[in-house]
């Protein structure tokens, strides 16, 4: 099982940056930079790729509306490039707050356009000369909609890898399916391995169906809190606030997909219940209603003997990468998590 880690995106990423060598040695195979409404992931991957060796760079994730399919594909090349073959490109739809609040594009057919995009992506890097006729993409642009004077173009250099992996973060049932038909990995969040089979096995098996046996099996990349300690109460708590924010106030009252992911794992009455207090600003409220029993299924929090048995839980459902955030107060605690998540995940 592969461990990997997200970096803050909020700043200081030059500090977090120089940090990472010490999680390389504690044996972290894979760092997920995330795209937000903050600096760009990009450039903070090509800086990673100059101050790292051996772990891999992950866009964690580039969000599908705000690149064309093409540049995504010449970043993830040139990406991989200056990390001699390291970058994963990890790619998702996000949400329509930000994509038309903060991009000011519509959020439209997230299935299709995911779809698209990494046929699109896995073209270029084939260097294939670009002729593309899609539903929402096409290349070159059609004559009666620009000028007429586009051509079928191919990538420049030759990348390092012809297929560069692809991971989509997915919730819903669609793209879930899509992730294991057409992606190399799958990322999930909040992660319950005891209800992941009834809430996505359908569409994992739908999916697995018509996948390239040349993709290889999914990889299944688990987000998850990690802090050991007897102190379970105090240590459960840390993670309320941020639970809180996506089960209550990430989206708008009827498109959140983390709380819809909430419902679907049986907890409807408190899934609205949360979202209720959030968005009344009462969000101290809203994170204390969140149920024990969720926060403990969904993350690595507890002592050791219970954390080997959650990570045991999540490799017997099919998690082959956890994507942890290790949550000790200073560096040194959180290179020793990473050493001990390594230790009973091997």
């Known amino acids: 099982m592969r461990i990997g880690m997200a970096l803050n995106y909020a700043g200081g990423f030059k500090e977090t940056a120089a940090e990472l060598a010490d999680f390389e040695k504690a044996g972290l195979d894979i760092v997920f930079v995330p795209e937000a409404y903050s600096y760009d992931a990009v450039s903070q991957l090509g800086y990673l790729a100059a101050v790292t060796e051996r772990v891999q760079l992950a866009s964690g994730i580039l969000q599908l509306y705000t690149r064309t399919p093409t540049l995504t ?12 073959g390291r970058f994963v490109l990890g790619i998702g ?22 779809r698209e995009t990494i046929e699109i992506c896995r073209a270029v890097w084939r260097r294939e000369r670009l002729e593309y006729a899609g539903r929402h993409y096409q290349i070159p642009l059609p004559a009666d909609q620009g000028t007429g004077l586009g051509k079928p173009l191919k990538l420049i250099n030759h990348p ?51 996948r390239d046996p040349a993709l290889g099996p999914l990889d299944v990349i688990a987000q998850a809190s990690l802090a050991i300690g007897e102190d379970v109460q105090s240590l459960i708590d840390l993670i309320r606030p941020f639970q809180a924010l996506y089960i209550g106030g990430m989206g708008a009252r009827n498109k959140n997909f983390y709380n819809n992911l909430v419902v679907r ?53 099919g998690v082959t990468t956890l994507n942890v955030a290790p949550l000790g107060t200073t560096h040194a605690d959180r290179v020793s998590l990473i050493e001990q998540v390594r230790d009973l995940a091997s």
């Open 265 to 317: 794992y049986g907890y409807a009455r408190e899934a609205a219940a949360i979202q209720d207090a959030y968005l009344a600003g009462r969000k101290d409220e809203a994170a204390a209603m969140i149920p024990r029993e969720l926060l403990e299924s969904v993350s690595l929090i507890g002592p050791k003997s219970f954390v080997a048995d959650r990570i045991a839980a999540m490799r017997e459902s």
């Open 73 to 84: 594909a010449m970043t993830a090349a040139g990406l991989d490039y200056v990390s001699d």
């Open 160 to 210: 390092v890898r012809d297929r560069i992996p692809v991971i989509l973060a997915a919730l819903g049932p669609k793209n879930v399916e899509l992730a294991a038909e057409l992606a190399e990995g799958w990322e999930p969040v909040f992660y319950y391995p005891e209800k992941a089979a009834d809430v996505w096995g359908t569409s994992l098996t739908a999916g697995a169906a018509r």
């Open 93 to 114: 739809a996000s949400g329509p707050q930000v994509i038309e609040g903060w991009h000011g594009v519509p959020y439209d057919a997230p299935v299709g356009r995911t």
